[in-house]
């Protein structure tokens, strides 16, 4: 069964310093991963998506995440944060059901 | 093109109604999944539809049922509400392969009084 760990139900950076967003996924497949990024009273929205043509992804809005098969991880980082990315992120890997399992999320806050 | 819409975007009801939610999904998309958010449950599956058929469904009492119609558009029903169904229902659709990217709607506030 495909599982989904996000580390830290909420992080907090300083405006202009690096965003780390932990991930780590469970997978019997080769994972398809996904972040996804929902601000107040919206939907998901998705940043970047993972699909095995290169460990390094970029994303929307300057995010990327890399992805390390041997430390089952997909975390996201974006080297400076901006006031406007202050929001819930969402990591998912999905199985050959298409059905897709979510972490519990990370409130990400940028403070001046 | 058009994105995943949702309507209503907003609901109250009171305990004992029961309630209809709709979601357009994405011209071409075939699947479209339904899920429940709350603050202390995080993002939970309800099912996904495939073709008009139920292909996948998460651990939610039979209160929560859905349909998708020949044009993809799908519904979801609750009945006899509960105030713990108070939430954000979410749908997303997909070409409906599990390398396709899901996009989601708004979403539609229920609140049950």
């Known amino acids: 069964a495909q599982s989904v760990t996000q580390l830290g139900s909420h992080v907090s950076v300083s405006e202009g310093a690096l965003v780390l967003l932990r991930c780590n996924y469970s997978?019997?497949?080769?994972?398809?991963l996904f972040w996804y990024v929902q601000y107040p009273n919206q939907g998901l929205q998705l940043l970047l998506k993972?699909?095995?043509?290169?460990?390094l992804v970029k994303g929307i809005n300057g995010f990327e995440a890399e992805f390390k098969k041997s430390e089952t991880s997909f975390h996201l980082t974006k080297p400076s944060a901006h006031m406007s990315d202050a929001a819930e992120y969402f990591c998912?890997?999905?199985?050959?059901?298409?059905?897709?399992?979510f972490g519990t999320g990370t409130s990400l806050t940028v403070i001046p | 093109k058009a994105g995943v819409t949702q309507t209503p975007r907003y609901l109250i009801k009171t305990r004992g109604q029961q309630v209809t939610l709709s979601c357009s999904p994405i011209?071409?998309?075939?699947?479209v999944s339904w899920y429940q958010q709350t603050p202390g449950q995080g993002l939970q599956f309800l099912f996904e539809?495939?073709?008009?058929?139920?292909?996948n469904k998460g651990n939610f009492p039979g209160r929560f049922s859905g349909r998708q119609f020949s044009n993809s558009r799908s519904e979801m029903n609750v009945s006899t509400l509960e105030l713990g169904d108070s939430a954000l229902y979410l749908c997303?659709?997909?070409?409906?392969?599990?390398?396709?990217?899901?996009?989601f709607g708004p979403g539609t506030r229920l609140t049950v009084l």
């Open positions: 011209s071409g998309h075939r699947s």
């Open positions: 993972y699909t095995s043509a290169a460990t």
């Open positions: 997303a659709s997909s070409f409906g392969q599990y390398t396709d990217t899901q996009y």
């Open positions: 539809y495939f073709s008009e058929t139920q292909r």
């Open positions: 997978s019997s497949v080769p994972p398809y």
């Open positions: 998912a890997v999905s199985d050959l059901g298409n059905q897709f399992y």
